[in-house]
């Protein structure tokens, strides 16, 4: 209860120090469980957000899978699809 009541973003900083006993509060944000609004409270309350990469790939949209739905088996050297075929690592 103590810690969402000094997460409370309209805490003062100074407040938030005091009662977290500490200068510095980060926080890491879920792919999905954040939005704009969110994010610029924490910065404008003096909170580091650590955020996820956003997935800019069209190929989703496009019908086709994108990099995040491969999976590398080092065991084997390969690359597994969503379908279970596998491709050598080019590098």
Do not use: H
Request: with cysteine; net charge positive; hydrophobic share 35%.
């Amino acid at each position: 209860m103590w810690a969402r009541i000094a997460l409370n973003l309209r805490m003062s900083p100074t407040k938030r120090r005091l009662f977290l006993q500490t200068d510095k509060l980060d926080a890491v944000a879920d792919r999905g469980y954040f939005n704009g609004v969110e994010i610029l409270a924490c910065d404008r309350a003096g909170i580091t957000v650590t955020l996820p990469k956003p997935m800019t790939s069209g190929a989703k949209s496009e019908g086709r899978f994108g990099k995040q739905d491969f999976v590398y088996l080092p065991e084997e050297d390969v690359y597994r699809c969503p379908a279970g075929e596998r491709q050598r690592s080019t590098t």
